[in-house]
Each structure stands twice: as structure tokens, then as C-alpha cells.
């Protein structure tokens, strides 16, 4: 988005609906508010609110955020090379905009929190192609989630692998703190997920095929530390299908686990053939210190 100056004229109508419809709905109307908030847009050279009557001759000028992230995304870095990178994900950190408008426009990722897109956009990694869609994302983790991601740095290698990823040639080990004490060491999950009324998603007869491979890595006070291998890739697939099965994800506000700081969910490795060498590659995030302390916490409670 590049500055812009606009003259009201017309019915009174307010400032927020006006630069809407004057942007051609490449902006959504909440981030247009989001700008006004932040002082990026000035009717008649002062600062407004979203709700301000304009008036015929009204001049609006809006002049757009720079972009600022605190996080530099080569601190994140656990492996490069010229086709991609592979990332150690906090937990708490958005992989991209809640919005689908960032994808058809990155100047967006300047008006929203910030994000793993908007520190790759402010300081990509050499040879980062930023013209790709979706900034090389090729699949993400769910914002509690921490663990190992990758993200490609061109279009052919971004192309190639998300055609691994949707032909499950891609295998992903997560690790969680479960509540309860399942009675078996290890199984398989097979429960369709969908999206029902109200929007939330869960299990499903009427959703698309999941499958989950489990194994129970230790058990202590009434929790498991588990290893989590899903075959599948729907939305939030882990975390609905142990709810399903009666033991939720420690953490999980949403599926019902019990309290903790944080969703204590873990992508700990990813391996898969290079879709161009053919060579075997795995990727590895080592456990963050508050996944490892709840687990102690846990442990040591009776």
C-alpha cells in the first residue's frame, strides 16, 4: 500500500466505510480500523476515529505503517540451504495473519500483530524469493503449537513440497503431555474431522478422513508423555483426536485439557526424500524448557 490521499465528497458517512470502498475491498474493514487506530490515517490533517462523520471536502490521508517485528527470523533458523529453511517455532507466535487477504497482499502483515510471515518479510533469509505465494509457507502450526516447521525458499521447491505434504510423504512426529492414563502403550486414532454448526472442529462422521499413530512414551500422577505421529494433515487433528479418545492435550482451553500455561503440544521432527535429490532428510526441534518443566510439574504432583 502506497500513501494515499482521498477528498470526501457525497452524504456523511463514516471513516472507515468511506476508505473500504475507496480501497476496493483489498483491505478488510477491520484492519482498515486497525490503521485509523494507529494513527496511520488523518481526516484534515488530525487523527480520527473509525466512526467519524466525514463531510463534503473532507481530505483523508492514510500513510502506512512500516513494517516492525521484534523477532528475527535467523535466531529461529535450526537448518538452511538453498531451497528452503527449516525453523524452531515458539509457542505463542501466529504463523501468518488470521485474515486470507495477507496472501493477495504483504503489505497487510504491516497493519497486523505480528507473525513468523512478517519477520521472514522484514528480514528474509539469503536467496528467499519474496515474491512466492504465501511467503514459502508450505504447512503450519497452530500458534501454541512450538516445534520444527520449514518453509521453502523458492517456488519450485514450495510447489514440490506441498505435493509431499498432500500425498503424506512427509512424516511428523509431535510430542504431547496428555491428561490421563491411557490403558494401552500404543494405537491408532481413525476418526473423520470436521468442521460442525457453530464452527468448531471436531470429530465427525460427516468430516474428512484423520488417522493418528500413538505411543505412550512415559506415564506419571494420571498424565502421559506421548509421541504423536499423524498420517494425516487436518486442522488440529492431534489436539481433536486425543480429546476424542478421552484424553485431551494438557493445556487445551478449546478441547477441554486441563490447565496450563500453554497448549503442551511439540512437532518434534519431520523426514521426508528431497523432492529434487531424492535423499532422505529429518529435521529436529529439541523440547522448549516450559514444555519440559510442565511435565516435571506433573510428575512430581500427587
Given at each position: 500500500m502506497e500513501k494515499q490521499t482521498l477528498i470526501f465528497s457525497g452524504r456523511t458517512e463514516r471513516l472507515d466505510i468511506f476508505i473500504t470502498q475507496e480501497l476496493g475491498g483489498t483491505l478488510s474493514r477491520n484492519i482498515i480500523q486497525n490503521l485509523i487506530k494507529s494513527g496511520a490515517v488523518l481526516v484534515n490533517g488530525k487523527q480520527k476515529k473509525a466512526s467519524w462523520p466525514l463531510e463534503e471536502g473532507d481530505i483523508v490521508e492514510i500513510n502506512p505503517p512500516e513494517l516492525k517485528t521484534s523477532l528475527n527470523i535467523k535466531d529461529l533458523i535450526i537448518s538452511e540451504d538453498k531451497d528452503f529453511f527449516v525453523i524452531n517455532k515458539p509457542a505463542g507466535l501466529l504463523v501468518h495473519p488470521q485474515t486470507p487477504l495477507w496472501e493477495e497482499n504483504f503489505d497487510i502483515l504491516k497493519t497486523c500483530e505480528?507473525?513468523?510471515?512478517?519477520?521472514?518479510?522484514?528480514?528474509?533469509?539469503?536467496?528467499?524469493?519474496?515474491?512466492?505465494?504465501?511467503?514459502?509457507?508450505?504447512?503450519?502450526?497452530?500458534?501454541?503449537?512450538?516445534?520444527?516447521?520449514?518453509?521453502?525458499?523458492?517456488?519450485?521447491?514450495?510447489?514440490?513440497?506441498?505435493?509431499?505434504?498432500?500425498n503424506r510423504e512427509v512424516h511428523k512426529t509431535y510430542n504431547a503431555i496428555c491428561c490421563g492414563n491411557l490403558p494401552d502403550d500404543k494405537g491408532t486414532i481413525n476418526a473423520p474431522i470436521g468442521r460442525v454448526s457453530g464452527g468448531k472442529i471436531k470429530a465427525s462422521p460427516l468430516g474428512r478422513e484423520a488417522i493418528t499413530d500413538y505411543k505412550v512414551a512415559k506415564r506419571a500422577n494420571n498424565f502421559c508423555f506421548m509421541e504423536l505421529y499423524p498420517r494425516t494433515g487436518r486442522t488440529n487433528q492431534l489436539r481433536v483426536h486425543m480429546s476424542w479418545l478421552g484424553y485431551p492435550v494438557l493445556g487445551d482451553w478449546l478441547y477441554k485439557g486441563a490447565s496450563a500455561p500453554r497448549l503442551m503440544l511439540h512437532a518434534k521432527k519431520l523426514e521426508f526424500l528431497h523432492p529434487f535429490k531424492k535423499t532422505k532428510l529429518s529435521f529436529s526441534a529439541p523440547l522448549p524448557k516450559d514444555f519440559k518443566e510442565a511435565w516435571q510439574k506433573v510428575s512430581k504432583e500427587k
Open positions: 505480528e507473525t513468523l510471515v512478517s519477520a521472514i518479510y522484514s528480514n528474509p533469509p539469503k536467496k528467499f524469493d519474496l515474491t512466492m505465494d504465501r511467503l514459502g509457507l508450505v504447512h503450519r502450526l497452530d500458534k501454541e503449537t512450538s516445534g520444527v516447521m520449514l518453509i521453502a525458499k523458492n517456488s519450485d521447491f514450495q510447489q514440490a513440497m506441498i505435493e509431499l505434504f498432500a
